[in-house]
């Protein structure tokens, strides 16, 4: 029996805190997204980070995950503002949230944030 056959999962959650609470105090572990982690950053000096990549599976290395976030309207309505909306959340990602990030979770940015394109 491989040891990923006898985890059992005992807790699901819809929100970060109370997670990233449990983990803290040392009652199990959890798997989540960076932006997950940002959100309930007091609790990051309580845990140790691992990303998927530096863990094994059958023998090799995981494959590099991501994510893509959708910014939906419909063609012609709201003018300019989504496209306002892509260019002030790029600015506000890769220049302040991203190094903040970055030195608080002890992740590296290019983990967190794939450029688009």
């Avoid at 059958?58 to 300019?80: A, H, I, V």
């Amino acid at each position: 029996m491989r040891h990923a056959d006898r985890v059992e999962r005992t807790c699901e959650f819809d929100t970060t805190d109370p997670l990233l609470s449990l983990v803290a105090a040392g009652l199990g572990f959890a798997v989540t997204t960076p932006m997950c982690l940002w959100q309930s950053r007091h609790f990051a000096s309580q845990l140790r980070m691992v990303p998927f990549e530096v863990l094994r599976a059958r023998g090799g290395p995981y494959s590099p995950l991501s994510r893509t976030f959708y910014l939906s309207f419909r063609e012609g309505e709201l003018g300019s503002l989504p496209k306002d909306i892509e260019g002030l959340t790029r600015v506000a990602m890769s220049g302040r949230i991203a190094p903040e990030m970055e030195k608080v979770l002890g992740l590296p940015r290019e983990m967190m944030f794939k450029p688009a394109g």
